[in-house]
């Protein structure tokens, strides 16, 4: 049977024993970085396979240099420590796997980063859609603008600038959509709430850049390598318009929680048929296929975990 645990302040304990104190700096400021890994079970195999967690790791590191987060692990001890915890769990179905640093100074009324403590923790929790919508998805143009990387950098998970992706998510879903895009301030497109977005049109695929305050993707970068090797389509990075967007032939979403996510409508505007396309479905199914490990070519992007073993 399954535990819940987390590797807390150095060590494994019961999940409901990982708790800080109310002056925590990160709970006031946001000062944190985090990512979300998936942990996909493959039932056959009797096996979970983590996606990518080296670079979800080399992403958190990059993060903590920016927030002054100064955490003794380098990535390679950061998978050590997952791998431990998920052999310690016993989960048996797909997990979401969120790593933290944040600033553990016991500290209110301090607007610095430096000469504050720092301190990492991780939970494992059984997770399954992200986003319970069958076949493409509703989404609405938010009214939020995306923040830009002059204001916080977008292209880490630092927890504070997380408030722009909820609050535009929570306008969404309370208006009957299931996700928003953002745009940014002067109107070129960004990316969704949680989420990279492509835009297929007249067989080819294009992207914002990365400098358009969009995160830099692992699931972006794994529809990107796709499309290239498996589809041979090339992936344009450019600027986007809003307006391109309801033209498009399709629309697809890439997050780690999202994994690829078709949009069928924005703004109650059909994009395409309606429904799922042709490309956006091809690369879905291979993604989904070799999360699990099924795909011998791409391997390479999962660590095999058997739950129980050491």
């Known amino acids: ?18 708790n800080v104190n109310i002056t925590t700096h990160a709970l006031h400021y946001g000062t944190a970085v985090f990512e979300g890994i998936r942990g996909n079970w493959n039932e056959t195999k009797g096996e979970m396979h983590i996606f990518r967690a080296k670079d979800h790791y080399e992403r958190l590191l990059q993060g903590c240099k920016i927030m002054l987060l100064d955490i003794p692990y380098s ?75 002059t204001v916080i950098p977008s292209r880490v998970k630092i927890a504070g600038h997380y408030v722009n992706s909820i609050l535009a998510k929570t306008e969404a879903v309370l208006g009957g959509f299931d996700e928003a895009i953002f745009m940014n301030q002067d109107g070129s497109v960004s990316e969704g709430s949680g989420e ?57 979403l890439t997050g780690t929680a999202a994994h690829i996510t078709p949009v069928g409508e924005l703004d109650n505007r059909p994009i395409g048929n309606g429904g799922i396309g042709p490309i956006t479905q091809k690369l879905r199914d291979l993604y989904l296929n070799l999360i699990r490990g099924d795909n011998p070519k791409y391997e390479h992007w999962t660590t095999v975990v058997t739950p129980g073993r050491g």
């Open 1 to 18: 049977m399954a535990e819940a645990l987390a590797y807390f302040r150095g060590g494994y304990v019961p999940l409901a024993d990982a």
């Open 75 to 149: 990535a390679d001890e950061l998978m050590d420590i997952t791998i431990e915890l998920l052999k310690r769990t016993g989960y048996r179905e797909d997990v979401y796997i969120r790593p933290i640093a944040y600033k553990s100074e016991e500290l209110v009324a301090n607007l610095m980063l430096h000469k504050l403590s720092s301190d990492f923790a991780l939970i494992i929790v059984p997770f399954g859609a992200y986003i319970k919508a069958d076949g493409a998805i509703r989404c609405c143009t938010s009214s939020w603008r995306r923040i830009d990387d």
């Open 196 to 252: 990279n977005i492509f835009v297929v049109s007249k067989g080819e695929i294009h992207t914002p850049l990365v400098s358009e305050n969009n995160l830099t993707g692992i699931t972006r970068d794994c529809a990107w390598t796709l499309a290239e090797r498996e589809l041979d389509i090339k992936i344009v990075e450019r600027r986007i318009r809003r307006s391109e967007l309801y033209l498009a032939d399709e629309v697809f």
